[in-house]
């Protein structure tokens, strides 16, 4: 029987590996669509986040049967209640990557990036795939340095955001005020998918430690100049 129950939390383990995977997937699937208005790539990465849910509902009725018939406490009990948070967080990555491919559709044949910000967003892309591979690695591994890394890497992320509205507020915006909203949300997608791959690793740091990560951080600052001396 307990044999039966840790292979049950390893399946959900896994599962988390997949979600994180084919969101992972679906973001890069999607930028590709958003920038080259590939309708048939768009619509593909639209009904695959289908798959996405069906895994997240699955995760969440496996998981609350183990909370009935189990009754997990402690290290058990965490990876049950933070999974659940995870797979939360990966479902809404998958649907921000379907908001991407569905204005990819939206816009076709048009192309809603305008050349000059091409490169931004693709950057953008880029960087949220690799921030959800690095969330899967944390995921199978249990590395709580690395899973600390993801925030930091965020911060990337969060200037390119910055560098999207430096060029909607510059004076010498000339494409629009339809393709303005355009990129504002565009930017805000890729925004709030890098924050849940973000939260992601955090919630594997609590599943390790037993202390939220940003507690965590705290408690390993290096020590200031002061400190050293």
Same mark, same amino acid.
């Given at each position: 029987? +307990?044999?039966?129950?840790? /292979? /049950?939390? #390893?399946?959900?383990? #896994? @599962?988390?590996?997949?979600?994180?995977?084919l !969101?992972?997937?679906?973001?890069?699937?999607?930028?590709?669509?958003?920038? $080259?208005?590939? %309708?048939?790539?768009? /619509?593909?990465?639209?009904?695959?986040? =289908? &798959?996405? *849910?069906?895994?997240?509902?699955?995760?969440?009725?496996?998981?609350?049967?183990?909370?009935?018939r189990?009754?997990?406490?402690?290290?058990?009990?965490?990876?049950?209640?933070?999974? %659940?948070?995870? @797979?939360?967080?990966?479902?809404? @990555?998958? $649907?921000?990557?379907?908001?991407?491919?569905? %204005?990819? +559709?939206?816009?076709?044949? /048009?192309?809603?990036?305008?050349?000059?910000?091409?490169?931004?967003?693709?950057?953008?892309?880029?960087?949220?795939?690799r921030?959800?591979?690095?969330a899967?690695?944390?995921?199978?591994?249990?590395?709580? *340095?690395?899973?600390?890394?993801?925030e930091?890497? *965020? #911060?990337?992320?969060?200037?390119?955001? +910055?560098?999207l509205?430096q060029h909607?507020?510059?004076? +010498?915006? &000339?494409?629009?005020?339809e393709t303005?909203?355009d990129?504002?949300?565009?930017?805000?997608?890729?925004?709030?998918?890098?924050?849940?791959? !973000?939260?992601?690793?955090?919630?594997?740091?609590? %599943?390790?430690?037993?202390?939220?990560?940003? $507690?965590?951080?705290?408690d390993?600052?290096?020590?200031? =100049? !002061?400190?050293?001396?």
């Amino acid at each position: 029987m +307990r044999d039966a129950y840790h /292979e /049950e939390l #390893d399946s959900i383990g #896994d @599962s988390l590996v997949e979600m994180a995977r084919l !969101v992972g997937s679906a973001i890069g699937r999607a930028t590709t669509a958003i920038l $080259d208005s590939d %309708l048939k790539l768009a /619509e593909n990465v639209i009904e695959g986040d =289908q &798959k996405v *849910d069906e895994l997240h509902h699955e995760l969440e009725a496996r998981a609350i049967a183990l909370l009935a018939r189990q009754q997990p406490v402690a290290t058990d009990l965490r990876i049950v209640v933070t999974s %659940l948070r995870m @797979s939360a967080d990966l479902e809404r @990555s998958g $649907d921000l990557a379907q908001h991407v491919a569905k %204005l990819a +559709r939206l816009r076709y044949p /048009e192309r809603a990036v305008p050349h000059d910000l091409h490169a931004t967003i693709l950057e953008m892309g880029q960087l949220a795939q690799r921030l959800m591979a690095k969330a899967a690695e944390v995921i199978i591994t249990k590395d709580v *340095d690395l899973a600390l890394q993801l925030e930091q890497d *965020d #911060d990337a992320m969060d200037l390119l955001h +910055r560098t999207l509205f430096q060029h909607l507020m510059d004076d +010498r915006w &000339k494409h629009g005020i339809e393709t303005a909203v355009d990129v504002t949300l565009l930017g805000r997608y890729y925004e709030r998918y890098a924050d849940h791959a !973000v939260a992601v690793a955090k919630r594997v740091v609590y %599943l390790v430690t037993g202390e939220h990560a940003d $507690d965590f951080q705290a408690d390993i600052q290096p020590p200031t =100049q !002061v400190e050293k001396a």
